[in-house]
């Protein structure tokens, strides 16, 4: 079962998810991401949505032209959870290969 994360373990995932910051006004987490072109962003989107639906647990998003705009939250709880920590750990992997 999924559960709320606490506060002090809500801040401490966030430490390790740079460029990732608190919804104001919402228990949830975004990051908007820059990509050269539409191509790219689209192709992002595709393997962020890959990785989503294996996990069952699916972002809010937006795209524009060259920029998606990512809010993770647990609609379940009510909030953030360890699930939208682990999505976005692995959408920054996908936005940065190695």
């Not at 228990?27 to 294996?54: H, N, P, W, Y």
């Not at 993770?72 to 709880?77: K, N, P, Q, S």
């Amino acid at each position: 079962m999924v559960e709320r994360l606490k506060p002090e373990d809500r801040a401490a995932g966030l430490n390790s998810l740079p460029d990732w910051h608190l919804c104001e006004g919402r228990e949830a987490i975004f990051k908007s991401f820059k990509f050269r072109d539409f191509r790219e962003a689209f192709g992002f989107m595709t393997q962020v949505a890959l990785v989503a639906e294996k996990m069952n647990h699916h972002p809010e998003w937006s795209n524009v032209y060259r920029t998606v705009d990512i809010t993770l939250a647990t609609h379940d709880v009510g909030g953030l959870s360890d699930l939208d920590l682990e999505l976005a750990h692995e959408i920054n992997r996908i936005a940065s290969p190695a």
